[in-house]
């Protein structure tokens, strides 16, 4: 590990942190992790630090962790001033500790799948804050893997990262051949390898405990985008469309909220 | 009906909508909604409202809805350019329809628990998206009402309103009496009216389902702040602690997703 002090804003090493605000840094292939427990996670995660940059009083009372030390032995640590990572990062960053990483091949399909028994599958869901629920969720109720179906957001981004308090590095996804209007054929062989695939929609009969009720083996939750829901022809590519009750009256629950419950349900019978 | 063109961004009658991005208007006593589907609920809630604001092609749009007309009879309808309600409210608002409202004095806890079957109290949870998430999965969820206890932020603050898909304007609340060391003792009149309180908290052994599997006449779910939870004072003024399982090595659930599998689970057994 090695402690450099960095005053000048327009130092290099500080470009994997630079305008953090409004360009992001995932669209040049790093992973931006913000504050110590994600920072961590970063830092036990297969994706490849480059440096961690952070104020003399956050980054003393990161390294006083236990086995934080080991984690960054080989790595670059910027100290910086408050002012000066604002200048550079776009905005005030309170948390004071950042890491930059760079990506790494998702896994596949088969490896995401691996001794799963719960997934989560996403269609067009474009807002990184419920992706990022969504990992977090997902981590904390035993699910498995997050495949992507087509139109989802990148869940590496900055915000993805730190809504789902880091899980999105931890937790395995992977990606689903096709477009938006093929990518429902990728889903034949999970049904044709024992999944049962539940969508979940308001526009069926069938309510979600009675979809799990003889709790099969391995079950895929189909999550759809916020306004629309599920397209037709992926929910025709399931077996089964599951609701959650809702009262009369009120818009469906927020699609984050709808794959908790279904989570929950799931590992509520186990 | 009176629809009026404005294109001095200084007239007065935009003030209610004047720097809604730092400063908002609630601290001024006021209610704002905006889109079309939370001004609707706005103008069909106690809340007085004094005017709407918003682009020629959305008003028209509005005005088109059935029952809409109606509803807007009596109130001033001011139409702006993008331009001039992005310079009045500091942003760029492209839902482009506003309204402001003034307030009404709260509930009486009485008066929002007439009735009443299921409620959630809040302690601490100080972020308005979250307050306006358990509104809106309250809503959702046949949940009759939510009581603030001590150090809440404001559920009609304008990101409140928004992220409840406007049902803090629709679902009664009130305000339990007491300071943060004190609010506690007003849980006693429920306990002694035949409330179950249930304090929602990773750190007991009971789970949430065996909580209610006698299924309650009258349940109240006790929601903490995000980090620290509930305060040891106001678990112990309930007479049950429930959690939601967690997997190992993972955070509790942000706080508006463990109400809301609070309320399913509730609603699960009806």
């Known amino acids: 590990m090695a402690l450099t ?9 500080l470009d994997p942190f630079r305008d953090l605000k409004h360009s992001d840094q995932s669209g040049k292939g790093l992973v931006i992790a913000e504050g110590p427990l994600i920072v961590r996670r970063l830092l036990e995660s297969r994706y490849p630090v480059r440096a961690i940059v952070g104020f003399a009083a956050k980054i003393d009372t990161f390294l006083a962790e236990e086995g934080v030390p080991e984690l960054v032995a080989d790595l670059p640590i910027y100290v910086v001033s408050r002012e000066l990572l604002a200048e550079v990062a776009g905005f005030d960053m309170h948390r004071g500790l950042l890491a930059a990483a760079d990506r790494a091949e998702p896994a596949t399909v088969a490896e995401a799948l691996e001794g799963a028994k719960t997934i989560a599958i996403l269609e067009g869901v474009g807002d990184h804050e419920n992706i990022g629920s969504i990992f977090r969720n997902a981590a904390g109720m035993e699910v498995d893997a997050i495949l992507f179906g087509a139109a989802c957001a990148d869940p590496l981004y900055r915000r993805s990262v730190r809504v789902s308090m880091g899980h999105v590095l931890r937790l ?17 062989p999970l049904v044709d390898d024992g999944w049962r695939l539940i969508s979940l929609t308001p526009n069926t009969e069938t309510l979600l405990k009675g979809a799990l009720a003889d709790n099969p083996e391995k079950v895929a939750f189909l999550v759809g985008s916020e306004g629309p829901g599920l397209t037709e022809r992926a929910m025709r590519a399931t077996q089964v469309r599951a609701k959650i009750p809702m009262a009369e009256g009120t818009d ?12 929950y349900e799931r590992q509520r019978a186990n």
């Open 252 to 263: 469906s629950l927020n699609l984050a909220t709808a794959a908790a419950i279904a989570f």
């Open 5 to 13: 002090h960095i005053d000048d804003p327009a130092d290099p090493r």
């Open 172 to 188: 395995p996804f992977a990606y689903l051949d096709g477009s938006p209007t093929t990518w429902h054929h990728s889903l034949k």
